[in-house]
Nanobody, 126 residues
Framework: QVQLVESGGGLVQAGGSLRLSCAVS????????MGWFRQAPGKEREFVAA????????YYADSVKGRFTFSRDNAKNTVYLQMNSLKPEDTAVYYC???????????????????WGQGTQVTVSS
């Protein structure tokens, strides 16, 4: 079982940028499809972005497409979420998640993920 630790959250003005990182323990990082989810107060957890395990194919929620970029560095066991042009509605706790897979799937279903980080708060002021 891997462990995930997010970092990089904070307070930023609308239009600003943040880069979230998620460090993954273990030597099998390249076996995991990865995802980012977020949860705002009073709302359910929602999908943000997914990345495949080897070829770094990505998929984004419509709400973040064109503003967020998901990448991974398999040599560093780390994934990144570059968030640009942030909006107040992006305010949420952001979670990274890992799904051990044997193929190159993108995983959008939070129930399929095997491990989750503790979350990092992102607050965007207007």
């Amino acid at each position: 079982q891997v462990q995930l630790v997010e970092s990089g959250g904070g307070l930023v003005q609308a239009g600003g940028s943040l880069r979230l990182s998620c460090a993954v323990s273990g030597r099998t990082f390249s076996s995991y499809a990865m995802g980012w989810f977020r949860q705002a107060p009073g709302k359910e957890r929602e999908f943000v972005a997914a990345i495949s395990r080897l070829d770094s194919i990505t998929y984004y929620a419509d709400s973040v497409k064109g503003r967020f970029t998901f990448s991974r560095d398999n040599a560093k066991n780390t994934v990144y979420l570059q968030m640009n042009s942030l909006k107040p509605e992006d305010t949420a706790v952001y979670y990274c998640a890992a799904d051990r897979v044997s193929d190159l799937r993108l995983q959008l279903n939070p129930n399929e993920y095997d491990a989750w980080g503790q979350g990092t708060q992102v607050t965007v002021s207007s």
